[in-house]
């Protein structure tokens, strides 16, 4: 996560792969997804940053002491008194697939289901005496669908290492909390809605997704391929990232 130029497309544009200007990445934009020379002072984006509702996380004990796999998931529903054939049911079901499934090259990964497994993982990736910045979207209350221009991008955010934290659809808290150890750049951009929102997103830049699927509708979406270029998005409401806080001698 090294320091770039962060300018107006005319005076310094972002290097990182295959010229995408042909393509149109308002699909990709409408998820938060984006390629990195569309982050220049002035573009406009199609952009959303819903609120979702999640639970808040219960004890360590209480937590660990609930199965979490996809055979208990019956108990599980039962215990809570949910529908096998809700739609909740559906999403727990997706939650604990993302949690089980594998990880990508340079990937290391937990789903926390509470705030003393979130820090312990946060303190294995980062260390334990490491003293911690939090970093997310702002403000929380979201803004709807609608047409943003970039007023301000950030310099990058000191992160040689981070882990950052994605609430997932469960009755309790459970957060999907990851680091990838190939390069990346996380910054802050700060964006006008066309309705009057102002918006301090959290962008990270993904600079190796050589490991990514091709088969994604994302990469149709930008129009490259895995490994072509840089793949960049927009924290949602609500998602952290943990990053350690410089030194006087790094600043």
């Known amino acids: 996560m090294t320091t770039y130029g962060?300018?107006?497309?005319?005076?310094?544009?972002?290097?990182?792969?295959?010229?995408?200007?042909s393509?149109?990445?308002?699909?990709?934009?409408?998820?938060?997804?984006?390629?990195?020379?569309d982050l220049y002072i002035g573009n406009i984006m199609t952009l959303q940053f819903p609120v979702e509702e999640f639970y808040h996380f219960l004890s360590k004990k209480e937590a660990d002491s609930i199965p979490f796999s996809i055979p208990q998931l019956p108990s599980v529903l039962q215990l809570f008194s949910i529908s096998e054939d809700s739609s909740q049911a559906k999403s727990m079901r997706g939650t604990i697939e993302q949690c089980e499934a594998g990880t990508i090259?340079?990937?290391?990964?937990?789903?926390?289901?509470?705030?003393?497994?979130?820090?312990e993982f946060v303190h294995n990736i980062i260390?334990?005496?490491e003293k911690h910045n939090i970093h997310t979207t702002t403000p929380s209350s979201g803004a709807p669908l609608q047409k943003y221009t970039i007023l301000k991008i950030s310099q990058?955010?000191?992160?040689?290492?981070?882990?950052?934290?994605?609430?997932?659809?469960?009755?309790?808290?459970?957060?999907?909390?990851?680091?990838?150890?190939?390069?990346?750049?996380?910054?802050?951009?700060?964006?006008d809605g066309e309705n009057g929102d102002k918006v301090e997103a959290?962008?990270?830049?993904?600079?190796?997704?050589?490991?990514w699927s091709p088969n994604h509708i994302l990469f149709k979406q930008l129009g490259f391929m895995p490994g072509e270029a840089p793949v960049?998005?927009?924290?949602?409401?609500k998602h952290l990232m943990w990053v350690p806080q410089p030194s006087t001698a790094t600043m």
């Open 202 to 211: 959290l962008g990270v830049c993904h600079l190796d997704t050589s490991d």
């Open 6 to 21: 962060l300018h107006s497309k005319k005076t310094q544009g972002l290097k990182g792969g295959p010229p995408s200007s």
């Open 127 to 129: 260390g334990s005496e």
């Open 105 to 119: 090259t340079g990937e290391t990964k937990i789903c926390a289901n509470s705030l003393e497994s979130m820090l």
């Open 156 to 191: 990058d955010i000191y992160a040689p290492k981070w882990v950052a934290c994605h609430p997932l659809p469960y009755p309790y808290g459970v957060y999907y909390c990851h680091f990838i150890s190939t390069g990346t750049r996380v910054f802050k951009v700060l964006l």
């Open 232 to 237: 960049c998005h927009f924290f949602p409401v």
């Open 23 to 37: 393509v149109d990445h308002t699909e990709a934009f409408k998820v938060g997804f984006f390629a990195m020379d």
